[in-house]
């Protein structure tokens, strides 16, 4: 197995191939690609005419109209540009439970893989103690194996502070751009809902993309086991037969602020189980988009 394909499955990209990850609203770039940009200006394809007002660049003006009416207008353009879009991986500790952190990446990369090939320009993040690893936006198919790099050198370890990395995104994205979280979302409901609020005011796509184990949906343990946990926690012995309803109880309560904050700021949630099969999460999503 390369470095690549254990990222990238060829017969997931394959079924991927007649695919796409669009922004559902306007962005602002540079060069061209498949998405439109609110900004009118001089460019490539006509828009409409629409009548001159005080304030408008003379520059603008159809002469030819002006000579035929004898009324000014202006010329509008669609000014056409990529989509510029920024994956953020979590690598808490608690994602190394089962596979969710190789599930989670095989989903970046995937998407990475798969924007870069609409013609689309693609940066990484990685979630620790806010972000660490960052690999700046860029187009073309050397991205991908930089992306991969940055995979590759990630590791899961210790806590995370995910509300923080979406603060420390806001302030180093610049203009607008599509971002995709992927997380298990084990994080403080109140400020994350004050951290993608702050996204999407600053008028980015967020797109939440959650990835859990079944274990942590349905607590199965069965007699006394000793929980451990995975960014710094102290171990804790119970018998799960006690604590089952209450933990499950607290998971719904979770759960439910965390879509709501979704919903208030309309940002896109969907959950990814790692039983799943990827091909069929990552098939779901962007039918479920388009």
Known sequence: MTLATRYLDPLLLQRLSGLQLSARRVVEGATLGQHRSPLRGASIEFRQHRAYVAGDEPRRLDWRVLARTDRPYVREFHEETNLRCVL?????????????????????????????????????????????????PHPGKGQISRLIGTLERTDTNGPADLPRALNDIASRIGRRALLIVVSDLFCDPTRFAAAISRLRHARHEVIVLRVLDDDEIRFPFDGWVRLRGLEGENPHLCEPAMIRQRYLDNFAKHELSIKQSCGSSDVEFHTFVTSRDIGDSLVAFLKHRS
Do not use: C, P
């Not at 990369?109 to 870069?116: E, N, Q, R």
């Open 88 to 136: 953020m991986l979590d690598r808490s500790g608690s994602m190394r439970y089962g596979n969710k952190f190789d599930y989670a990446a095989k989903v970046v990369a995937s998407i990475g893989y798969l924007m870069l090939h609409q013609g689309e320009s693609v940066g990484l993040a990685t979630i620790g103690n806010g972000i660490e690893q960052w690999l700046t």
